[in-house]
């Protein structure tokens, strides 16, 4: 099976003229290090790709991002819609079904183009695509993208042989998919973390970009976030907070400041799920997390219209801000029922 699914991308790959690589809304580093993963990997051996986002890549990962080939969408729309009509084959990693794409969905639901999934959530869209390469037991799409390429009769199982530029993006993705390899580690993340140090993957240097790049105005965000508006539900385990957007005007808020807020409310002893609301004229992001056997992503499809996996998950939510404290605690409430 396996085998065989790679001998069809390598194929697809070949054959393939114009070839699209297409990132979820709200790219994290798992988004961008596959996609510029892939793209780097189809560099080494002289194929052309364009990257597209369907929303801006923080500013902490674009250093990832190849000097040519990336569309983000809005600014580039119109570059967008050529792209996705003129390829004849779309690679869609670390996400599940079209609507990840907000405004693009209908783009790549109409292209006629050969569609291969790449990616590591439950219940992909499979009947949207070619091609799937779907497993739920790794850390990253960067962990299964890692695989998949070693597997190519290029690489044939030597590590050595993927390009410098592609293992920092893998790298990139898997590390800030653990949230630095503190969940959803396996033992296989830790052969790729440890080939990919042994071919020369500077892990400190990308440390240091990723986790020690932030602004003061991120770092002041985030002191006023746990000091003044989290919220503590001891009764239910839980802690949230919320970021209006007076309060992102106030922070001098940009793209992405708000990575890995959600994650802080875990470390108080005996709080196992934590929430995050951000503010923004269409709608409110949800962003949920959990410790052990709590399964957030179905919380999240009960009352937050979205969903992800066992322990990290996120939706939307189309209420008057004000009203999210009395949302999250009513549906906490409901949720700790019956979980
Ligand atoms: P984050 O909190 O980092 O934005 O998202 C965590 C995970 O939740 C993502 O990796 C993704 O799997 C999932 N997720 C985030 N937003 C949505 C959404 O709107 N819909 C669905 N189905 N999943 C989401
Ligand atoms: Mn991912």
Redesign the pocket.
């Known amino acids: 099976m396996w085998n065989k699914s790679i001998n069809l991308l390598n194929e697809m790959i070949t054959k393939g003229d114009k070839i699209a690589l297409i990132g979820h809304f ?1 790219p ?1 580093g798992d988004s961008v290090g596959s996609t510029t993963g892939f793209y780097n990997f189809l560099q080494q051996f002289s194929k052309d790709s364009t990257i597209i986002y369907p929303s801006g890549v923080p500013q902490f990962l674009k250093f990832l991002l190849p000097e040519q080939n990336v569309l983000e969408y809005p600014q580039d729309n119109e570059k967008i819609v050529n792209c996705i009509n003129d390829s004849d084959l779309i690679v869609c990693l670390d996400f599940n079904a079209f609507s ?1 794409t907000e405004n693009l969905k209908h783009l790549l639901a109409e292209s006629k183009a050969k569609k291969v999934l790449i990616d590591h ?1 439950i219940n992909p869209d499979i009947n949207s695509f070619n091609l799937v390469f779907s497993d739920t037991e790794v850390s990253s799409t960067c962990e299964l993208l890692y695989k998949i390429l070693t597997s190519m009769p290029q690489i044939g199982g030597d590590a050595d042989k993927l390009s410098f530029a592609t293992g920092q993006s893998l790298y990139v993705g898997m590390m800030t998919d653990t949230n630095n390899y503190s969940n959803s580690v396996f033992p296989f993340t830790l052969e790729m973390a440890s080939q990919l140090l042994s071919k020369g993957v500077d892990k400190d240097a990308i440390q240091n970009k990723v986790f020690g790049a932030y602004s003061v105005d991120r770092m002041r965000l985030m002191g006023y976030l746990l000091y003044e508006n989290m919220v503590y539900l001891p009764e239910y385990n839980a802690a949230f907070m919320t970021l209006s957007l007076e309060d992102q005007k106030r922070f001098n808020y940009q793209k992405g400041d708000n990575e890995g807020f ?1 994650n802080l409310a875990l470390s108080i002893k005996g709080v196992t799920i934590s929430a995050f609301f951000t503010e923004s004229e269409e709608f409110i992001r949800v ?2 997390r959990s410790k052990g056997d709590i399964s957030v992503n179905i919380f999240s499809g009960a009352f937050f219209n ?4 066992k322990n ?5 939510l189309f209420i008057p801000f004000n009203e999210v404290p009395d949302y999250f605690k009513n549906a906490i409430k409901e949720f700790k029922k019956d979980n």
């Open positions: 709200n994290d990840r959530h959600v962003s949920l979205g969903g992800g996996h990290a998950a996120g939706g939307k």
